[in-house]
């Protein structure tokens, strides 16, 4: 299975991470990752963190289209990108 964490950055290549995207057999998105997912009409699987960083109109966007979202407190012992690590980390073999 290819799991494929998006989170906040700065992605330049949108081919490239479309491409990526395209290949991937589920998508978890931590938090203002979710704003680059929006803008290129990709619906990630899974949704995490504290929501701190992620437009209203994208999880708005995504709470409609039935993303599996995963709240946080803003006050956590990880960071947005590490909960989508812990996330994907579920469904490795074991």
């Not at 395209?22 to 899974?46: F, R």
């Not at 960083?53 to 039935?66: P, V």
Request: glycine share 8%.
């Amino acid at each position: 299975m290819k799991i494929l964490i998006f989170t906040y950055g700065d992605y330049k290549n949108e081919r490239l991470y479309k491409s990526l995207l395209e290949e991937a057999d589920l998508i978890i998105c931590a938090d203002g990752g979710g704003n680059y997912l929006y803008a290129w009409g990709i619906k990630p699987d899974i949704l995490i963190g504290d929501m701190d960083s992620i437009s209203a109109e994208a999880l708005l966007y995504f709470e409609g289209a039935g993303v599996k979202i995963v709240r946080f407190p803003r006050d956590k012992d990880y960071t947005d990108s590490h909960l989508a690590l812990l996330e994907a980390l579920r469904f490795s073999p074991s």
